[in-house]
């Protein structure tokens, strides 16, 4: 059977097959993307809704193998004409409640035709306690806060995603300092990349 595996550390993915009675386990796919199976088609392959940073999600027929995959929906064509730029995930130390440094994810969304070192208006996305990197499997960055990544770069802006990781329930802290610690330490990284 095929089990779907996450990678907390990278934010990647992967489809793997499982031998149920050797315990064995081959990798079918591997990348950044969101697949919720809804069925099997008749070769033995999955149906799913698959999306990723540059396809729009809809109903796909992957091959047993996932060495192929065929559209079966086109739920909204006006998609196809969308530009969607680069993307990048890079890991950032931040401090934690109690002090120590932890790494969190954050991603930067670019426009398109712009790269790594371009100097850019940005836009920074959080939600206190949460991992927006998460949005980074989603279509065009998805719509993290309810407003699509792609409004602000496709008009220019960088997005910077950053994950704010706040300390455990029931212990006495600063969350607002522990925000703005764990928010500027991704907004310096950023910029220095």
């Known amino acids: 059977f095929a089990q779907v595996i996450n990678n907390e550390k990278t934010g990647e993915r992967s489809v793997v097959n499982v031998d149920i009675k050797g315990g064995s386990t081959t990798t079918l796919w591997n ?19 698959f999306e990723s940073l540059d396809t729009p999600a809809d ?61 850019l208006p940005t836009i920074v996305n959080f939600y206190a306690g949460s991992n927006l ?16 990544v792609q409004v602000f770069a496709s008009r220019g802006y960088a997005v910077l995603l950053v994950d704010v990781p706040l300390g455990p329930q029931g212990q006495g802290g600063n969350p607002v300092q522990e925000m703005s610690d764990a928010i500027l330490a991704q907004v310096y990284r950023a910029a220095n990349l």
């Open 31 to 49: 990348g950044r993307g969101r697949l919720h199976s809804v069925g099997v088609n008749e070769d033995g392959g999955v149906i799913a809704r």
């Open 133 to 148: 990197t998460e949005s980074a499997q989603e279509y065009g960055g998805g719509d993290p806060n309810s407003i699509p």
């Open 59 to 119: 109903l796909y027929a992957f091959s047993h193998d996932f060495g192929s995959k065929r559209r079966l929906s086109h739920v909204e064509p006006r998609l196809d004409r969308l530009r969607v730029g680069p993307m990048e995930v890079f890991e950032s130390l931040v401090p934690g409640f109690d002090g120590r440094l932890q790494p969190v994810q954050t991603a930067v969304f670019l426009p398109p035709g712009k790269k790594r070192g371009d100097s």
